[in-house]
């Protein structure tokens, strides 16, 4: 185990463990090997972005870190957060694509086996759960080179919605168990399987008369660039969606007590309805939660 493992496991999750671990992968210094991944557009046009082989690491394992911190890194190497087309892009484009059982699935931490409910209940976001994760994952990848991915959910920009957006972490299928981009969890949020993958901010654009380089921004806002956008964003915009650093790191505010006087409602025969028991809950889970409390609502008479 690394200095940097056994520093890990002395912290409890929350924002000192996250400029921890932002400090320790600024010290490593910005990557250095990118792989480039090729979108093809039409039949004579392509658009080519160019991801980092892995997720990022400090003294060889993965970190995980929330969408604040995720996008303070990439900021800070003057790199990008992918996309959910993009980051399915790297899938595909993948020369090991890998089949990873995640920790919610029960197994050995610490030393200790943890069933699926005590690790969804109380470990998801522990530090000796990050290093058995990374240690899960490092059998299928070892001594293996080249684009690898699948093992790690992407935190990815922030197209759908202002909360923590999430895609990947593929099962035996190809299919990606983060399917639901949007999720009900706070940007500031990170479990053991909140990975960073970084892309560069220059794309290539090749058609059949030129080849040139274009910025993000130039390619988002330019409209001839208008098609080779819509090949990695799933969303029409003239910027790049970033996670809101200042705003999203505020403590919650309690909702303001309503200054008009409530009409009381009548009491709706109670459904048992049960909430979602993962912490990390999933977004199949959530929105059938949802839509559950709806069905009850309607019953209510004002």
């Known amino acids: 185990m690394s200095t940097f493992q056994e520093q890990l496991l002395s912290m409890q999750p929350g924002p000192q463990r996250e400029e921890f671990i932002k400090t320790a992968l ?13 979108v093809r557009v039409s039949d004579t046009d392509k658009l080519i972005f160019y991801a980092t082989l892995d997720y990022l690491m400090v003294d060889g394992m993965r970190v995980p870190l929330s969408g604040i911190g995720s996008q303070e890194v990439a900021n800070h190497f003057g790199l990008m957060l992918p996309t959910k087309k993009m980051a399915e892009q790297i899938y595909k484009s993948a020369s090991l694509k890998t089949n990873i059982n995640p920790m919610s699935a029960g197994g050995e931490i610490g030393g200790k086996h943890y069933s699926s409910k005590e690790v969804i209940k109380s470990k998801m976001q522990d530090s000796d759960t990050y290093i058995a994760f990374n240690n899960r994952i490092n059998q299928q990848t070892k001594k293996r080179g080249g684009l690898i991915a699948g093992h790690m959910k992407d935190n990815v920009a922030p197209e759908f919605g202002s909360n923590l957006n999430l895609h990947g972490l593929y099962d035996s299928n190809g299919k990606p168990i983060q399917s639901e981009t949007a999720t009900p969890h706070p940007q500031s949020y990170s479990d053991y399987s909140s990975g960073t ?11 059949k008369d030129s080849t040139s380089d274009v910025d993000i921004d130039e390619l988002l806002s330019n409209p001839k660039y208008s098609k080779f956008a819509e090949a990695i964003m799933s969303k029409k915009m003239t910027s790049y969606p970033q996670y809101n650093q200042k705003e999203a790191a505020k403590p919650l505010q309690e909702a303001p007590q309503a200054k008009t006087p409530v009409q009381k409602i009548k009491k709706a025969p109670s459904k048992n309805i049960e909430a979602p028991k993962e912490s990390h809950i999933n977004d199949e889970s959530f929105i059938s939660f949802i839509e559950q409390i709806r069905k009850e609502l309607e019953d209510i008479k004002f």
Not at 197 to 207: E, P, Q
């Open 26 to 38: 600024y010290n490593e210094g910005p990557p250095k090997q990118f792989a480039p991944v090729e």
């Open 197 to 207: 993958r970084l892309v560069k901010r220059t794309f290539k654009i090749i058609t």
